[in-house]
């Protein structure tokens, strides 16, 4: 037997360390990159969204808060408008009440009924006028 001094491997190929753990933690750590990367461009978005959406809350808030403005507003004058009009009208009806007391407080003396007289005089004048009225309409 002849003794065999090379190795039980092939001729022309050599014994190479492997390299597989290198490429594995390299392909690990792009891995983790990528991830992280994605785990911040979602933040990043969703604080876009978030930020977007801030903003269009805001200005429809801003919108109806001034179509509210606006309707009290309205709503306001128009019932200014209105209780100026009662006013007036409640006015009027007091000036009438203050006109008929000083009527009633001038023609009151020692004598009650001198007012009562008066419109009872004022009736028949009336009656006679209108008496007077249909004979004229008669003899024309």
Known sequence: MIANTESSTPRGYELQPRRSK???ILFLCIWILLIAAGVLGMIWYTGKMKEQLT?????????????????????IKQLETNFTSEITKVQGK???????????????????????????????????????????????
């Open 55 to 75: 903003l269009e809350v805001s200005k429809q808030t801003a919108q109806q808060i001034k179509a509210m403005q606006t309707d009290y507003e309205t709503q």
């Open 94 to 140: 007091v000036d009438a009440l203050n006109e008929l007391l000083e009527f009633s407080k001038d023609n009151a003396n020692n004598k009650t009924d001198n007012s009562n007289k008066l419109f009872s005089q004022l009736s028949e004048v009336k009656k006679q006028l209108n008496e007077l009225q249909k004979s004229l309409d008669v003899l024309k």
């Open 22 to 24: 290198p490429s594995v």
